[in-house]
């Protein structure tokens, strides 16, 4: 029954429906967040694994040839192979390690409630269109204040009290841990006092306040067997996302997760992002751009950004009508670069992950540990 590919079609099927359509030509419309049936992953079984190395160079970025119609002529994965990329590994601070398989389930209404190139990656496009922000209101306020840097170089966001998003890669070569991942910290941006805790916030200065990094060390991560098993090869990319629990809260607003929805309802076809790029240390860059394509599991754009900018939380803002009012979600994780064969002419683009019905219900259990809590995406 599990390993056929009819089941998972079904699967997908249901996933991909919304819950009541929304039309882009009523008088009043808003880009409203669409309801989906979402699935539940959750845990079956349990073991332990050897500890690792932590011998792999970190990656700021990842390559891969394999386009958007690469990705859409692929076969369809089976249900057992969807459960095994979404099976994952877990690596705590003590250096202990386990994997985990899971099982998809679908409730109903009503229950439960390519390496090899040596070619040099351009990801800036044309005129640089990325905005440094400066300045302690604005570094320090929502949103831009949910972005945080890590010890192995990338970037991350913050989507709850003690979790953060990121790109696998920035963690993990696909085949181990990179250097570091051991004593990993995420580090978040905070005014730099000087004389007894008076800053240099003179109004009438034109310099930046000076800004530094406060540190919090991670108690575990997360990360998907389909980047383990895929390395950035055919699938890798797909499940090229992590997520990184701390000791500690760390006291800030965050940014919910959400579904990823097609790309002709994202406002103005528009994803925004802010990373730490390594072309502009110390500062926090914030880009916004067009999506030119999508495949299920990938979002194709050419937002400027530099490696240091992985694994930033790509975020849209659209209408929430439950409550009423207008909110932010994370719907991908901003990956790295490809370079694609368009009509035997090659093109570059950026490439982001999007957050799935099915890896919204794994990274939501991850965070909640709780499937009922993973209900609306």
């Not at 970190?58 to 089976?78: D, F, I, N, R």
């Amino acid at each position: 029954m599990a390993g056929t590919p009819g089941l998972l079609f079904l699967l997908l099927s249901l996933l991909l429906h919304t819950v009541g359509p929304v039309s882009p030509y009523s008088t009043h419309w808003k880009p409203t967040w669409p309801a989906y049936r979402l699935p539940v992953v959750l845990p079956q079984s349990t073991f332990n694994l050897a500890e690792p190395e932590f011998g792999a160079e970190a990656k700021l970025e990842v390559s891969s040839s394999c386009g958007p119609q690469c990705h859409k002529g692929a076969p369809m994965p089976t249900y057992e192979d969807v459960k095994q990329y979404l099976s994952y590994e877990t690596l705590y601070a003590n250096g202990s390690r386990t994997e985990t398989q899971v099982g998809i389930y679908v409730l109903r209404s009503g229950q439960g409630e390519s390496p090899g190139k040596s070619r040099r990656k351009r990801q800036i496009y044309g005129y640089d269109s990325r905005f440094s922000i400066f300045g302690k209101d604005f570094l320090l306020n929502y949103p831009f204040s949910t972005s945080v840097k890590l010890s192995t170089g990338c970037t991350g966001t913050l989507v709850a009290e003690k979790h953060v998003l990121t790109a696998a890669h920035c963690i993990h070569d696909g085949k181990t841990y990179v250097k570091g991942t051991q004593k990993l910290r995420v580090g978040f941006l905070k005014p730099k006092f000087k004389d007894g805790g008076q800053g240099a916030n003179n109004a009438s200065s034109a310099m930046p306040e000076k800004m530094k990094f406060q540190w919090i060390r991670v108690k575990r991560t997360h990360v998907p067997k389909g980047w383990i098993k895929g390395n950035a090869n055919d699938i890798g990319m797909d499940y090229d996302y992590a997520l990184l629990e701390l000791k500690k809260p760390h006291k800030r607003k965050f940014m919910k997760i959400g579904v990823s929805p097609p790309a002709k309802q994202l406002p103005g076809g528009r994803i925004h992002f802010s990373g730490y790029d390594n072309d502009r240390p110390g500062n926090l860059v914030y880009r916004f751009c067009d999506v030119k394509d999508e495949t299920y599991d990938l979002l194709y754009q050419q937002c400027d950004a530099q490696p240091g900018a992985s694994g930033s939380g790509v975020y849209v803002r659209m209408w929430k009508r439950q409550q009423q009012k207008w909110e932010r979600k994370i719907i991908g994780i901003f990956s790295g670069h490809q370079w694609v064969d368009m009509n035997g002419s090659p093109q570059d683009f950026n490439v982001a992950v999007r957050i799935t019905p099915l890896k919204y219900a794994q990274i939501c259990y991850w965070i909640k540990g709780n499937y009922l809590d993973c209900r609306e995406g």
